[in-house]
């Protein structure tokens, strides 16, 4: 390990936001869970992986990430046991069996498999990226994404699935994969997507209906939604002030320290403190793109395009579905919304491109 040898080629800025981000996550926690008899447990809960999550962070950049891509195939077949497993004994909870548990702990082998299929996408463009043109090749990248996609789908988790979409197709077309070989498939997707659909679970179904009309079913599955975008526009340009939203604090609002977060937030701080957030969101991965230009090798390329594309894919689902203008899929807001499983998950992705960048002068 040697991440203290790279501290002074680290990007201190981009640091600041992912810190600033997470003590947003921990006030909005709070605020969230206050009216609630356990919200000390919540707080004291985020607070430790917070810490955790930053302290892993850093053990990630200790190893050079040409070494997590040594092992990008084992962890590729390790990932694929684990979902294979999830589908067969997974625990259930809110109709999805989507967790593995481990004595007294439960874990998310889909927020796992976040990270490793960018590691082995990027491993696996690295060995044939010069042969993009050649749609074998193209069709072998859509496949290593696609089968852990279809399982994850299956548990069934349609939004977690859905991120790694807009990743294979960014890091595709950074890789010079021909412009065709990526809209081929958008276009299959729109014409099969009314047989898709007949396939869908009926709640999948209900969330794609009511996107659509949220007011069809008000007090059922229209409600989580129509709540989130009273409590958005509640906040007006400056926001009721800490643990003075009407819609949090009385419990109109439902998930509302997970799924929905930004709804708690905004209707705390407005837009003012909404615009904020996402200015700090937006200088991190500006900043972190740009460290695409200063990378050894196209590995680290990929594994940075990877990562932005991946929380900025989680950023525009969670908060376009807490205003209404996308349908609700249960992702999280990185490192605000509360949980382990998630933060944990960033930190790594966030580790391994700040890995990228520490070593940008390393020959």
């Known amino acids: 390990m040697k991440w203290h040898g790279y501290l002074d080629q680290t990007d201190y800025w981009v640091i600041l936001s992912i810190v600033f981000i997470s003590l947003i996550g921990i006030i909005m926690v709070h605020s969230a869970t206050y009216s609630d008899p356990n919200t000390s447990a919540y707080i004291w809960k985020q607070i430790l992986w917070v810490l955790l999550g930053l302290s892993w962070m850093l053990l990630v950049t200790g190893y050079d990430y040409h070494d997590w891509l040594n092992y990008a195939w084992w962890l590729y077949g390790f990932n694929f046991v684990l979902l294979l497993i999830v589908l067969i004994v997974g625990k259930s909870a809110g109709g999805a069996a989507r967790w593995i548990g481990v004595g007294p702990f439960q874990f998310q082998p889909s927020e796992l498999s976040k990270i490793i299929l960018i590691l082995s996408l990027s491993r696996y463009l690295h060995d044939f990226g010069d042969q993009m043109d050649d749609w074998k090749r193209v069709l072998g990248a859509y496949l290593l994404i696609g089968i852990p996609m279809l399982m994850i789908m299956k548990q069934p988790d349609l939004g977690t699935s859905l991120t790694l979409v807009p990743v294979l197709f960014a890091v595709l077309y950074v890789a010079g994969a021909p412009i065709r070989f990526l809209t081929y498939p958008v276009v299959a997707g729109i014409l099969f997507s009314p047989i898709a659909f007949s396939f869908l679970k009926t709640y999948q179904k209900n969330r794609l209906l009511i996107f659509i009309n949220p ?53 705390q701080f407005g837009f003012i403190g909404s615009c904020l957030v996402l200015l700090a969101f937006g200088f991190m991965l500006i900043r972190m793109l740009g460290w695409t230009r200063y990378a050894k090798d196209n590995q680290g390329i990929f594994i940075i395009v990877g990562v932005v594309t991946l929380i900025l894919a989680h950023i525009l689902i969670n908060i376009g579905m807490t205003i209404g203008i996308m349908p609700v899929t249960g992702l999280p807001l990185p490192m605000i919304s509360y949980g382990g499983s998630s933060y944990m998950t960033f930190m790594t992705a966030l580790g391994l491109a700040i890995n990228v960048h520490q070593r940008r002068y390393t020959y």
């Open 215 to 267: 007011q069809i079913d008000p007090l059922g599955a229209g409600y989580n939604v129509i709540q989130s975008v009273i409590a958005v526009g509640s906040g007006g340009i400056l926001g009721k002030g800490w643990l003075k939203g009407t819609q949090t604090q009385l419990d109109f609002l439902p998930a509302n320290h997970t799924d929905f977060a930004f709804s708690t937030f905004a209707e």
